[in-house]
């Protein structure tokens, strides 16, 4: 019975505070405007199928997706024992599914085993590639630090959720000698011959809270983490950009600027338009901009394709997510404080080195969007401050007085029909 | 090649009560560019070669917006694109073709939503069209044989997922086409994009265009070819840099096949 209160008790604590913090992140994305992206409803739920459910863009670097693919199988069927890992801890049984599954039981078991170990694997795979890999996204300047921190936290703690597993499973086998047949387990068990009934038991009772409050624990976790991906690609997905690839969303409040002052009669609807044109902090980015900094898993693939970065520039895609994301905690711990996104996070300099090449969204295995966020600052810087480089005043100049960035007369346009 | 050709404008084609199939958007780096005029020139061949009615808007062209857009600079981008539309509008303009894939884009795909409706092709896809109907027959001629690299343009490959027409196109010159590593989705920027090409590249190891001129200078071709007059000077200068322009030509895809032709 006390057994049950601790349980219920530790499950209702994980709970609430994982609520508080899901109430504290909505506040947080809350600070920015909305995305208007819920249209479209049958096209959202395909890519959410395709991208976050299919992992329909980690195909483009097989060895990772090969892995990636084991943890989050892995991840989601073995999860489904927390099911009854819950009903067992609240109702003080033992294996409750046992019976209702019948002979099915059994071989899940072995299922999840076989995952279990098939996890472990991986996530060393993975943590081998950051110790002794030479791959140059997983080693960014941008990553020292936390982000490194919490790539090797989420492995070891994904092993040692994986490794109680087996140890449970291994424990009871010992001490009911082999009746259940599970093979990893049972290899373990080999190990536990000699160990009293009385400690073999306190082993699997320890193994299974240690499953149980390390699951509670993981998910509080998530939170301050990029492992956050693993409930957010799903919305992130749904908030994807459904309008064409090419295209920047054309800024109504502009639209309406140039109307009326071509048409003196023309009154436009001004209540909706923000404060200043562009994005020079949270609140003038989009909700969708904030979702995908949450969404960001830091893989830096993005980082990876990005032309400016590959050749040396300030800019990385991937550093521009995890400013957006840090800006945000920093503004939900402190509302009032005097900084902003744009040069206390983000440098003009890595603004100005995008091509616009599209590579970093194209990259991104989640539908995540920097060139979003750098074309809004971009916009800011411009249209608010007029402080772009001389040469794109010039130009701008240019294209003003005579269109075309180059300063040549308009009607020279067809000289060239008429040359040789 | 250098004969004079003669290319009506819209107003003049207009004031002629005629209408043409299409009219043939030229950009501002097709007018004013040298380099780019060139190409310019050749794809207008290849149009009266395929005896397609075509005009340009010369004097009444301007620019896209596309360069002030993606530096930030919204107001001016559609000052330029309600004034282009109003323009194109006032014409009836249906069908437009264009050399360079930053006025493609921005026709095809941010147009609509400021009113400007309008059926878009790259010269790629519309000279891909010409060789399936046999409007256009072209030989490999001077190419036949020859080693070709592909650069794909941003803005016509991962914005607007058109890699198999310069392809197609370029494979009817029975040269040998070859890829770079990075290519079609993963294809490497020239570093013109973003309005790039009108400012100095922000401090780093290396130029963009020279890391992408190096990547296809490594595949040791005899032509690199491209579909952007900007990809073509950000290669052609590279090219240049690493002193291979006596070995390496850089060519548009219209001018590939204009030569070909021996027009």
């Known amino acids: 019975m006390i057994q049950q209160i601790v349980f219920a008790t530790l499950f209702f604590i994980g709970g609430t505070i994982f609520t508080l913090k899901i109430l504290r992140l909505r506040k947080g994305l809350a600070m920015a405007r909305p995305s208007n992206r819920n249209d479209q409803k049958a096209k959202r739920w395909k890519v959410m199928t395709r991208v976050a459910l299919g992992q329909g863009k980690m195909g483009t670097r097989p060895l990772a997706a090969f892995f990636h693919l084991i943890v989050y199988v892995g991840f989601v069927i073995i999860n489904l024992e927390v099911i009854e890992i819950l009903l067992d801890g609240l109702l003080g049984t033992h294996r409750i599914l046992k019976n209702p599954l019948g002979s099915f039981y059994n ?37 020292v630090g936390w982000p490194q921190r919490d790539a090797h936290i989420i492995l070891y703690t994904e092993i040692v959720l994986m490794v109680a597993l087996l140890i449970m499973n291994a424990a009871e086998e010992a001490s009911l000698k082999n009746s259940a047949p599970f093979f990893f387990s049972n290899i373990l068990a080999q190990g536990l011959t000699g160990i009293s009934p009385e400690n073999l038991y306190a082993i699997e009772k320890t193994a299974w809270w240690v499953h149980f409050i390390g699951i509670l624990a993981f998910l509080n976790y998530l939170p301050y983490s990029k492992h956050f991906h693993i409930i957010l690609a799903f919305p992130n997905t749904w908030y994807s950009k459904l309008t064409k690839r090419g295209a920047i969303s054309p800024m109504a409040a502009v639209t309406n600027e140039i109307k009326a002052m071509m048409d003196t009669s023309f009154v436009p609807d001004i209540s909706n338009n923000p404060k200043h044109f562009g994005a020079k902090d949270i609140s003038d980015l989009h909700f969708a901009n904030l979702l995908n900094a949450y969404t960001c898993t830091e893989c830096g693939r993005c980082t990876d394709e990005c032309p400016a970065n590959q050749t040396g520039k300030l800019l990385s895609p991937r550093k521009i997510m995890i400013s957006t994301r840090n800006r945000v905690e920093e503004l939900i711990k402190n509302p009032e404080n005097e900084l902003y996104l744009l040069d206390n996070h983000i440098t003009r300099e890595e603004l100005w080195a995008c091509t616009t090449c599209n590579a970093c969204v194209e990259a991104c295995p989640l539908n995540i969007d920097p060139l979003d966020i750098i074309i809004q600052m971009r916009q800011y810087l411009v249209m608010e401050e007029s402080s772009a480089p001389q040469s794109i005043n010039a130009m701008n100049t240019n294209i003003e007085n005579n269109g075309a960035p180059w300063a040549y007369s308009q009607a020279d346009r067809g000289i060239w029909i008429k040359e040789e | 090649m250098s004969e004079l050709i003669s290319i009506p404008t819209l107003a003049e084609m207009t004031a002629k009560n005629e209408t043409p199939d299409i009219l043939f958007w030229v950009g501002c780096a097709g007018s004013f560019d040298d380099r780019a005029k060139k190409i310019t020139k050749a794809f207008a061949r290849l149009l009266m070669r395929a005896e397609i009615k075509f005009a340009v808007l010369g004097a009444e062209e301007s620019c896209s917006g596309d360069p002030a857009r993606r530096a930030g600079n919204e107001f001016l981008y559609q000052m330029q694109a309600l004034a282009n539309i109003e323009t194109l509008n006032t014409y009836k303009v249906q069908r437009i073709v264009t050399t360079c894939p930053h006025c493609f884009n921005t026709l095809k795909n941010e147009y609509p939503e400021l009113g400007g409706k309008y059926e878009v092709f790259h010269h790629t896809q519309f000279l891909k069209t010409l060789l399936e109907e046999g409007k256009l027959k072209v030989e490999g001629g001077a190419f036949k044989g020859k080693r070709v690299v592909f650069h794909d343009p941003c803005y016509l490959g991962r914005m607007n997922g058109e890699y198999e027409a310069p392809r197609k196109v370029l494979s009817a010159l029975e040269s040998e086409l070859i890829e770079m590593k990075r290519c079609k989705q993963k294809g490497l920027c020239c570093g013109a994009g973003g309005s790039q090409m009108f400012k100095e590249p922000e401090k780093g190891v290396i130029d963009i265009n020279l890391e992408r001129s190096k990547e296809a200078l490594a595949s040791d071709p005899q032509i690199i070819a491209t579909g952007c007059p900007f990809c073509n000077t950000m290669i052609s200068d590279g090219v240049k840099h690493f002193n291979q322009e006596g070995k390496v030509q850089v060519l548009d895809i219209a001018e590939a096949i204009s030569q070909a032709d021996d027009l």
């Open chain 1, 107 to 143: 071989p899940i078991m072995s299922i999840f085993e076989w995952l279990g170990v098939a996890v472990i694997i991986a996530c060393v795979a993975f943590l081998f590639r950051r110790w002794f890999g030479t791959i140059p996204r997983l080693k960014h300047k941008e990553l």
